[in-house]
C-alpha cells in the first residue's frame, strides 16, 4: 500500500507551483515575454556580488572538504559567524551551540514543529493571511493547525481571537512578519501584547507557549519600517530564517534555527530539533553554502528594484481601481479580488496569461497575492492588461 496522505499531496501541486508550472509551459508556446507571472516569490535581483565572489573563492578550495559532509548541526565556524552577526545586529547573547544550519526556512520550521509536537491533539495557531504550506507542514508532522481570522481593516495580528483560541493544546504560534503574502510587519507593541498574551495562557495552563517565528523576508522591508526581533520580546521565541529571499538563493536551501538561552527547555529543543531532522533525513545543510554564509554573514540585499517595483504596481493597480493593501515589507501585493472572487478573478486572468495566487491558498479568500519579484517590463507591459480585467470583473 501506498501512503495516501502523501499519494495526495504528491499528485496536488500548491495552488502557487501550479501557475508557476503553468507559467513554463505556456513561455514554451507563447514566448516568456509574453507570459506575466506574478505568482512565485522567486527574487528578480541578482546574488549580491560578494555572495558570487564567495562562491568563486571557494570553489578554488579542496574540493573534497568544500563538498564534504558537515556535522548535522552545521560548520561550527558558519555558526560562530552567524552567533557574532545576531549580537551585533540584534544585541542578542547567542552561541554557536544555539544554531543549527538547516536547508532552508521550510525545513526549520517543520523540523521545529515536530520537536515540538508530542500529539494529535497538540495546536499550532497562525493567523490568516498565511504562507500556505503551513497546512501541509503542521499535520505532516503530527499537530493540528488552527486558523484565525485578520482584522482586515489593518491586516495586524487580531490578539483578541489569538487570545480566544489558545487552549491547553496549544504550543506554539506561527508568525510570519513581514508577512507573506500581505506584507505586514507586525510592529513591538503589537508584539508585546502578543508576548504578555502568550505568558498569561502559560502560566494559565502550566507549559511554555512558543511563537516559532519564520523570517525569510526580515531585510526586505520599506523606508524606516523596524522588524523587531522576536528574542527581544518574548524570552519562549524560536527564529526559523532563509537567505533565500535575503541574499537571492531560494534555490539553494540555506537558513538556520536559533534558539535563544532564554527559551524553556532551551537544553532540550537544540537536540530535539536535531533529532526531527536526523528523522526527516535531513543529514546536514549544503556544505558549500553554509561556507558562502560564513563569508557573506553580514551582507545586505539591495532594495532598489523592490522598492521601484512596488510602487509601479501599487500605484497603477489603485490607479485601475483595486484595492492593494500598502506593503511593509517582502515582494507580494495583497489585492482585493475586484469580484470578490479571487479563485474566479486568477482563472479569467490565466487566460489572458496573467498569472496570480487567490487568496484562498492563503486562508483569506477574496484576495490575490501578486508578487512583483519581476522584471520592471513586465509590470509596465502587465498593467493595461490588469485594467481589462477589472473591467470585466466589474460589469454588469
Same mark, same amino acid.
Not at 214 to 224: F, K, M, N, T
Given at each position: 500500500m501506498?501512503?495516501?496522505?502523501m499519494?495526495k499531496?504528491?499528485?496536488?501541486r500548491?495552488?502557487?507551483r501550479?501557475?508557476f508550472?503553468?507559467?513554463q509551459?505556456?513561455?514554451r508556446?507563447?514566448?516568456?515575454?509574453?507570459?506575466f507571472?506574478?505568482?512565485i516569490g522567486?527574487?528578480?535581483?541578482?546574488s549580491?556580488l560578494?555572495?558570487?565572489?564567495?562562491i @568563486?573563492?571557494?570553489?578554488?578550495?579542496?574540493?573534497?572538504l568544500?563538498?564534504?559532509?558537515?556535522?548535522a548541526?552545521g560548520l561550527?565556524?558558519?555558526?560562530?559567524?552567524?552567533a557574532?552577526?545576531?549580537h551585533?545586529?540584534h544585541?542578542?547573547?547567542?552561541?554557536?551551540?544555539?544554531?543549527i544550519?538547516?536547508?532552508?526556512?521550510?525545513?526549520?520550521?517543520t523540523m521545529?514543529?515536530r520537536?515540538?509536537?508530542?500529539g494529535?491533539d497538540?495546536?499550532f495557531?497562525?493567523?490568516?493571511?498565511?504562507?500556505?504550506?503551513y497546512?501541509?507542514f503542521v499535520?505532516a508532522?503530527?499537530?493540528?493547525?488552527?486558523?484565525?481570522a485578520?482584522?482586515?481593516?489593518?491586516?495586524?495580528?487580531?490578539?483578541?481571537?489569538?487570545?480566544?483560541a489558545i487552549?491547553?493544546n496549544?504550543k506554539?504560534?506561527l508568525l510570519?512578519?513581514p508577512?507573506?503574502?500581505?506584507?505586514?510587519?507586525?510592529? @513591538?507593541?503589537?508584539?508585546?501584547?502578543?508576548a504578555?498574551?502568550?505568558?498569561?495562557?502559560?502560566?494559565?495552563?502550566?507549559?511554555p507557549?512558543?511563537?516559532?517565528?519564520?523570517?525569510?523576508y526580515?531585510?526586505?522591508v520599506?523606508?524606516?519600517?523596524?522588524?523587531p526581533y522576536?528574542?527581544n520580546?518574548?524570552?519562549n521565541?524560536?527564529?526559523? /530564517?532563509?537567505?533565500?529571499k535575503?541574499l537571492?538563493?531560494?534555490?539553494?536551501r540555506?537558513? /538556520?534555527?536559533?534558539?535563544?538561552?532564554?527559551a524553556?527547555?532551551?537544553?532540550?529543543l537544540?537536540p530535539?530539533?536535531?533529532?526531527?531532522?536526523?528523522?526527516?533525513?535531513?543529514?546536514?545543510?549544503p556544505?558549500?553554502?553554509?561556507?558562502?554564509?560564513?563569508r557573506?554573514?553580514d551582507?545586505l540585499?539591495?532594495?532598489a528594484?523592490y522598492?521601484?517595483?512596488?510602487?509601479?504596481?501599487?500605484d497603477g493597480?489603485?490607479?485601475?481601481g483595486?484595492?492593494?493593501?500598502?506593503?511593509?515589507?517582502?515582494? /507580494?501585493?495583497?489585492?482585493?479580488?475586484?469580484?470578490?472572487?479571487?479563485?474566479?478573478?486568477?482563472?479569467?486572468a490565466?487566460?489572458?496569461d496573467?498569472?496570480v495566487v487567490?487568496?484562498?491558498?492563503?486562508?483569506?479568500?477574496?484576495y490575490?497575492?501578486?508578487?512583483?519579484?519581476?522584471?520592471r517590463?513586465?509590470i509596465?507591459r502587465a498593467l493595461?492588461?490588469?485594467a @481589462?480585467?477589472f473591467e470585466?470583473?466589474?460589469?454588469?
Amino acid at each position: 500500500m501506498i501512503n495516501p496522505d502523501m499519494l495526495k499531496l504528491g499528485s496536488t501541486r500548491s495552488g502557487i507551483r501550479e501557475l508557476f508550472e503553468f507559467a513554463q509551459q505556456r513561455a514554451r508556446i507563447v514566448g516568456a515575454d509574453n507570459v506575466f507571472d506574478f505568482s512565485i516569490g522567486n527574487p528578480s535581483v541578482a546574488s549580491p556580488l560578494a555572495v558570487t565572489d564567495a562562491i @568563486r573563492s571557494l570553489l578554488t578550495e579542496d574540493p573534497v572538504l568544500i563538498h564534504g559532509y558537515t556535522s548535522a548541526q552545521g560548520l561550527l565556524s558558519t555558526r560562530k559567524a552567524i552567533a557574532s552577526h545576531l549580537h551585533k545586529v540584534h544585541g542578542v547573547q547567542a552561541a554557536p551551540e544555539d544554531i543549527i544550519m538547516t536547508c532552508g526556512a521550510a525545513a526549520g520550521v517543520t523540523m521545529t514543529i515536530r520537536a515540538l509536537t508530542t500529539g494529535r491533539d497538540d495546536e499550532f495557531l497562525v493567523q490568516a493571511p498565511y504562507f500556505a504550506e503551513y497546512s501541509v507542514f503542521v499535520p505532516a508532522q503530527g499537530g493540528r493547525l488552527v486558523t484565525i481570522a485578520p482584522d482586515f481593516s489593518t491586516f495586524d495580528l487580531n490578539l483578541p481571537a489569538i487570545e480566544q483560541a489558545i487552549t491547553k493544546n496549544t504550543k506554539a504560534v506561527l508568525l510570519n512578519s513581514p508577512n507573506n503574502p500581505s506584507g505586514h510587519v507586525s510592529t @513591538r507593541g503589537t508584539l508585546d501584547k502578543l508576548a504578555a498574551i502568550l505568558s498569561r495562557k502559560a502560566d494559565e495552563f502550566g507549559h511554555p507557549i512558543f511563537i516559532v517565528s519564520d523570517e525569510p523576508y526580515r531585510e526586505l522591508v520599506y523606508g524606516d519600517i523596524d522588524v523587531p526581533y522576536l528574542p527581544n520580546v518574548y524570552a519562549n521565541s524560536i527564529v526559523c /530564517y532563509s537567505y533565500s529571499k535575503s541574499l537571492s538563493l531560494p534555490g539553494e536551501r540555506i537558513g /538556520y534555527v536559533y534558539v535563544p538561552q532564554s527559551a524553556a527547555m532551551a537544553n532540550q529543543l537544540v537536540p530535539a530539533i536535531l533529532g526531527s531532522a536526523r528523522a526527516m533525513g535531513y543529514v546536514c545543510a549544503p556544505s558549500l553554502f553554509q561556507r558562502v554564509i560564513e563569508r557573506t554573514v553580514d551582507v545586505l540585499p539591495d532594495l532598489a528594484t523592490y522598492t521601484e517595483n512596488r510602487a509601479l504596481l501599487s500605484d497603477g493597480l489603485k490607479a485601475i481601481g483595486y484595492e492593494v493593501v500598502e506593503p511593509d515589507g517582502a515582494f /507580494y501585493l495583497f489585492v482585493k479580488a475586484p469580484n470578490d472572487d479571487a479563485a474566479a478573478f486568477s482563472a479569467l486572468a490565466k487566460q489572458d496569461d496573467v498569472l496570480v495566487v487567490p487568496g484562498d491558498a492563503f486562508g483569506c479568500p477574496g484576495y490575490l497575492r501578486i508578487s512583483y519579484c519581476v522584471k520592471r517590463a513586465t509590470i509596465e507591459r502587465a498593467l493595461p492588461r490588469f485594467a @481589462r480585467l477589472f473591467e470585466k470583473s466589474t460589469a454588469p
